[in-house]
Every structure is written in C-alpha cells, then in structure tokens.
Nanobody
C-alpha cells in the first residue's frame, strides 16, 4: 500500500519545513509510522518513528531537538516538522509504516515494510 509524501522544497539554512504523508483508503492507526531520508551518494537513514500508541521510539542523532513527528489517525496522516534546517539535511525524504519501529534501526529493504511512500525532495541551501 502506497503512502503519499508532500511538502518538500527549497529552504534556506535555519529555516523550517513541514512534510506530510497520507495513506488513502485505509487507516494508519494500528501501525508505527515515520520518516527516512537519503542524501545523494549516501545510505538511507532513519529520521523519526512514532509508535501506534504515540510514543517516539526512534530519533536519528542528527535531528534531535530540531525535528518532531506527529500523527493524525483520523486523517491517516503523519507529519514531520523540521526546524533549524542545515545543508546536511538535504535529501529525499520518505515516509513509511510498519508494525513496530524496529526497522528504523539498521539496514532494511523497503519491501520489508508494511507500507512505503514515494519521496519528497528537501534542499537546504542559501
């Protein structure tokens, strides 16, 4: 089942962006949801994961205290609020859903996830 991510764009260093991810046709309420990102020439890395019960169970070291995740199960939506953006935050951001947040750690194929979305480009540059 596909997820639809949106909200990417070009932003200056120090700025903010809010990404959205929605799933049409079915609920996300029973799933953990979160975000990954991949910079050009680098491996994909986990950003944040929120459990089905609303607990943040994974936070990437590089986004601590700058990025926050939230969900609206009535809208089957997940949001990523990104503040104090840095050039190294540049990359393609992907939303994903799974039973647990375990797969935000380590390296896993996208096929292992319950749901995976197409990416949205975030570019932080002056």
């Amino acid at each position: 089942v596909q997820l639809q991510a949106s909200g990417g764009g070009l932003v200056q260093p120090g700025g903010s962006l809010r990404l959205s991810c929605t799933r049409s046709g079915s609920t996300l309420s029973h799933l953990a949801v979160g975000w990954f990102r991949q910079a050009a020439g680098k491996e994909r890395e986990g950003v944040l994961c929120l459990s089905s019960r609303g607990f943040v169970e994974y936070t990437g070291d590089s986004v601590k205290d700058r990025f926050t995740i939230s969900r609206d199960d009535d809208k089957s939506a997940v949001y990523l609020q990104m503040n104090s953006l840095k050039p190294e935050d540049t990359g393609v951001y992907y939303c994903a859903a799974d039973i647990w947040c375990d797969r935000w750690r380590g390296s896993h194929s996208t096929a292992e996830f319950h749901s995976w979305g197409q990416g949205t480009q975030v570019t932080v540059s002056s």
